[in-house]
DNA sequence: CATGAATGAGTATTCATTCAT
DNA sequence: GATGAATGAATACTCATTCAT
């Protein structure tokens, strides 16, 4: 799909490049994303020439990050069945893309920061999540599960805010299903 | 409240001190909280060294802007009438910290990153909202109106994700509105 | 002439700025254009950021040392008489040139290589130079002291080419005289 | 000569240090000594360990460069005929020097400013030139063709002055000759 | 021998904060 | 009190050189 023919890096390269993705992604969500691209590197065991040699730039890092944080939820989200139960399916995907987003929040301010051409990538992999919901939300509202008037927009930003109530919750988990209730309940017409 | 004795200030530092407000609010709102102090100092017709005489730090400037806002949302909270329509004046004055908090996100983050103990002059000033907040979230539920599991924290949460919901959404009021419906429906018992 | 209006600096800014402009055409000359910019505060006694707000980049310094050169060169040049001996203040003038030039070949190189505009600021200061060449060339040439073949663009690569020869010749003064004994003769027609 | 003593390369790896200068000589006339290394392997076609097998340093590719430069210049200069026509033929190798400098400069000004030592491996390959061009030069003054107050240094330096000279004027050939005519007549007696 | 991934010292530039004017 | 010049630690990124594959 994209241009330029990857060719396949070497073993110990792919390591080290996956092994920076992780720890940025780690990073970026612990400390945020002003943390020094050397620490970036000392945490993967690198130097930085290493990191830079992966990811030209420090916003390539963090998109390189997204990106792939977005395919796993794309991947995990075309997984779901939409036939058998359409509304189901599309609460299930709901809770998928929040639960898989921690910290997100943060990543896109840096990438919307970071000038308009920096969405390119991850237009490319966040198209599929978005034909996914589109599909999913026509779905359940045709099931009569979600109030007719809600357009895709609209979900969306209820996605990302959903994502921000669950980080100001941290870890206590029954809460999170309270927050759950409240916003299915109020996604359902009446 | 606060330890220090603070003495009347000069007519024009008082004026320094409003305008350099005013301008961050909006600087920091519009262009983040990256921007350089120097900026903020110019647009408010100002040294740099006058900004820092009346806020020791860029870190307290941040929690002035908060404070100066919190304050606000807690004068307006103040005034809503309690008694007689209790559902009513939550969710109006679950409205009023939403519509109020526009760009507030950031700021918080900003603060978080920079220590704990940033939290404590706005824990001071937002303990006013909080117990406005708890008061009136008793309230609605004594009334039937807001599902009784719901404790405060969850609230808190709910309303920060919200705003940030209500920031992707841009200027598009009737999207805003279709938002606050889910969310207040959600919020009602089953 | 330039658009923007400049406030008189502070007398201290001052001091700084010429002592930078000073120790940089110094450095530049000795040891190259590669010097750390650190280096170069630190030989003028400030610290690098006095150096990056008089000069915001390294190329604006590198500018800043070559224009008050040719600025220099323009003035001692324009001092020169004219009408009486054309041919004399002709060579005269080829002298200043190659003497005040010490080391500006490398300047040029850098500023050449940093990208077209850059030149933007060195035309307008080397524009009177050029003028003042063309005419006392054609003065000379009326004269029937230089060979009227000769162009200005011809006689600026000759003034660079023996500012480089000088160069070569280090200290040596009787030598210096015998290369300005040959170009001038090799001006002369026949 | 030199103290190593090199064994017969192979084949390939002949053929690789060939293509390395060729493309060092272009690219460094081209973009200037600035290049990457790795640059230049790309150019050459070989990864960058084996420019630095064939080169252990940087600085020793550029000597590298032109030593082989000063070399075809030596042997040209050597295949002129000294007895016959003494002054023509110190002309003749004038323009020679001249014309295959082109780009020079700039390489001698890195090796200068990378240490005297550097010289060392230069010095060696340019001795004949400087042995050849005193042979001319004593044998064109001794044929009146040449100021005798005149020495190899002064010699020396015009002709990298006069390079500089014609890299000035780009290809404007008639410039060029008009240059030659400066500096011969320049060099005559008177 | 060739390769290109890894290394890390080095460099220009920014920005919160201080202090002489 | 106000000003803005000075400061220098911090940071992203480059590139000559080494070495595992």
Same mark, same amino acid.
């Given at each position: ?62 998109? #390189? ?7 796993? *939820?794309? &991947? @995990?989200? /075309?997984? =779901?069945? %939409?036939?058998?139960?359409? +509304? ?31 969405? #390119? ?7 599929? *999540?978005? &034909? @996914?919901? /589109?599909? =999913?939300? %026509?779905?359940?509202?045709? +099931? ?43 996604? @359902?017409?009446?």
């Amino acid at each position: 799909m994209s241009g330029a023919q990857e060719r396949p890096l070497r073993a110990d390269a792919a390591r080290n490049r996956a092994r920076l993705l992780d720890v940025a992604t780690q990073v970026f969500a612990t400390r945020g994303v002003g943390v020094p691209t050397e620490e970036i590197a000392r945490a993967a065991g690198v130097g930085v020439g290493t990191l830079f040699r992966h990811f030209p730039t420090k916003e390539a890092l963090l998109e #390189a990050v997204m990106v792939r944080r977005l395919e796993t *939820i794309a &991947a @995990r989200a /075309a997984q =779901l069945p %939409a036939e058998s139960a359409p +509304a189901e399916t599309f609460f299930d995907c709901f809770r998928l893309v929040v639960e898989q987003s921690a910290g997100k929040s943060e990543f896109a301010q840096a990438l919307a920061a970071a000038g308009v051409d920096a969405h #390119a990538a991850l237009q490319e992999s966040s198209a599929a *999540i978005r &034909a @996914r919901l /589109a599909e =999913l939300l %026509a779905g359940a509202q045709r +099931a009569g599960a979600v109030r007719p008037e809600l357009g895709l927009p609209e979900l969306i930003a209820l996605l990302v805010g959903t994502t921000t109530t669950m980080e100001h919750l941290g870890n206590d988990v029954s809460a999170r299903e309270r927050i759950f209730a409240v916003v299915f309940d109020g996604l @359902r017409p009446r």
